[in-house]
């Protein structure tokens, strides 16, 4: 019978017999993946609702309502990884669900790393070149550019279309995995194209769905501080506060699981071949959680980042979300009067 070939989502499987310090991280990643489930789905609902259904259309609301869709289709999904995870990566769910809930995981979580890109560069444009802005930012524009983000986001989630199936690991037990059976004649060759194929994924994933995002995010912060600083602005707009909070909530929650899974990625083949670098499994159940914990941050940030914060608290969370996501009505009419002249900081405070 044709041997396979299979590799784990998460690196190689755990110990059976597993130290106790690894089975309280495991625990405690099961904790907050439960918590990340909740406050994501409640949160990001209520961003939905109030930013697809009680406000006015806007760039800035289409913007974090496909932010807001992204965290919640995550979410949502929580539970399926969670029981998998709490029965140490089996997969009672079945073939369908297996590829369904990877796929809508991976869409999402590099739609988000995307839509804060785009969110961040339309900040960017807002502040140096504020009359284009007012003749040619639109709804209708920020619509059609915000497919970009979704499409580049499919397309890497490729392989898990193509390779992620159940898999039987012998013993009884069905994992959710890839699986390269049919890619090779001899076990030595299914290897090959397996860790080809997972080490060119891994370095995609995190130069093109982090490291890129990331650097874009930098230089449109590099230049609107520039802007900020020439012009004597000393503080910001509402929105922009709302932005640097979001992407610095995303770089601390997603950097330690980036860099864990790149270097697990260069050291594939000796953690597999060899059992080297097991080190690096312990830290991928706190690193994950953490990171999907930046799925429910956005919704509270909206709420009590800004000005006002004791006045927000006594106010109803949608009131709040309103006034955290909206943009000055003037800045999507009035163009013609407001063109002639628009100043960096009119538009920061437009924002």
Same mark, same amino acid.
Request: aromatic fraction near 10%; include cysteine; proline fraction near 5%.
């Given at each position: 019978?044709?041997?396979?070939?299979?590799?784990?989502?998460?690196?190689? !499987?755990?110990?059976?017999?597993?130290?106790?310090?690894?089975?309280?991280?495991? *625990?405690?990643?099961?904790?907050? $993946?439960?918590?990340?489930?909740? @406050?994501?789905? @409640?949160?990001?609902? $209520?961003?939905?609702?109030?930013?697809?259904?009680?406000?006015?259309?806007?760039?800035?609301?289409?913007?974090?309502?496909?932010?807001? *869709?992204?965290?919640?289709?995550?979410?949502?999904?929580?539970?399926? $990884?969670?029981?998998?995870?709490?029965?140490?990566?089996?997969?009672?769910?079945?073939?369908?669900?297996?590829?369904?809930?990877?796929?809508?995981?991976?869409?999402?979580?590099?739609?988000?790393?995307?839509?804060?890109?785009?969110?961040?560069?339309?900040?960017?444009?807002?502040? &140096?070149?504020?009359?284009?802005?007012?003749?040619?930012?639109?709804?209708?524009?920020?619509?059609?550019?915000?497919?970009?983000?979704?499409?580049?986001?499919?397309?890497?989630?490729?392989?898990?279309?193509?390779?992620?199936?159940?898999?039987?690991?012998?013993?009884?037990? *069905?994992?959710?995995?890839?699986?390269?059976?049919?890619?090779?004649?001899?076990?030595?060759?299914?290897?090959?194209?397996? $860790?080809?194929?997972?080490?060119?994924?891994?370095?995609?994933?995190?130069?093109?769905?982090?490291?890129?995002?990331?650097?874009?995010?930098?230089?449109?912060?590099?230049?609107?501080?520039?802007?900020?600083?020439?012009?004597?602005?000393?503080?910001?707009?509402?929105?922009?506060?709302?932005?640097?909070?979001?992407?610095?909530?995303?770089?601390?929650?997603?950097?330690?699981?980036?860099?864990?899974?790149? @270097?697990?990625?260069?050291?594939?083949?000796?953690?597999?071949?060899?059992?080297?670098?097991?080190?690096?499994?312990?830290?991928?159940?706190?690193?994950?959680?953490?990171?999907?914990?930046?799925?429910?941050?956005?919704?509270?940030?909206?709420?009590?980042?800004?000005?006002?914060?004791?006045?927000?608290?006594?106010?109803? &969370?949608?009131?709040?979300?309103?006034?955290?996501?909206?943009?000055?009505?003037?800045?999507?009419?009035?163009?013609?009067? !407001?063109?002639?002249?628009?100043?960096?900081?009119?538009?920061?405070?437009?924002?």
């Amino acid at each position: 019978m044709e041997s396979n070939i299979s590799i784990p989502m998460d690196g190689p !499987k755990e110990m059976l017999h597993e130290p106790a310090g690894y089975t309280v991280l495991r *625990i405690l990643s099961l904790v907050v $993946l439960g918590i990340t489930f909740v @406050l994501g789905v @409640l949160g990001n609902g $209520l961003v939905i609702w109030v930013a697809g259904f009680r406000m006015p259309r806007t760039v800035t609301t289409v913007c974090y309502l496909n932010l807001a *869709i992204a965290d919640f289709s995550f979410t949502a999904t929580l539970p399926f $990884l969670i029981v998998s995870k709490a029965m140490r990566k089996q997969w009672p769910f079945g073939w369908f669900l297996c590829k369904a809930v990877h796929i809508v995981v991976d869409i999402n979580l590099f739609g988000s790393v995307f839509l804060i890109a785009c969110i961040a560069l339309d900040r960017c444009i807002c502040v &140096l070149h504020p009359v284009w802005v007012q003749n040619h930012r639109t709804v209708s524009l920020a619509t059609k550019v915000i497919i970009g983000p979704w499409i580049l986001a499919l397309i890497l989630t490729l392989p898990v279309f193509i390779f992620l199936t159940t898999v039987n690991d012998g013993t009884g037990n *069905i994992q959710c995995t890839f699986n390269f059976a049919s890619w090779g004649n001899s076990t030595e060759e299914r290897m090959k194209v397996a $860790l080809t194929m997972l080490t060119a994924r891994g370095i995609i994933r995190f130069i093109i769905g982090f490291s890129m995002p990331m650097s874009i995010i930098a230089i449109c912060y590099g230049l609107i501080a520039a802007k900020i600083h020439k012009k004597g602005m000393i503080k910001s707009s509402r929105p922009l506060r709302v932005l640097t909070a979001v992407v610095a909530s995303f770089f601390l929650c997603w950097f330690p699981f980036q860099l864990i899974a790149l @270097l697990s990625t260069v050291w594939r083949r000796e953690m597999l071949l060899e059992r080297k670098y097991k080190i690096l499994t312990v830290f991928v159940n706190p690193t994950s959680s953490l990171a999907f914990f930046n799925s429910c941050l956005n919704p509270m940030l909206y709420v009590f980042v800004g000005r006002d914060f004791r006045e927000r608290l006594i106010h109803s &969370l949608p009131a709040s979300l309103e006034r955290a996501l909206s943009e000055d009505v003037n800045q999507t009419s009035d163009t013609t009067a !407001k063109s002639a002249l628009p100043s960096a900081e009119a538009e920061l405070r437009a924002m």
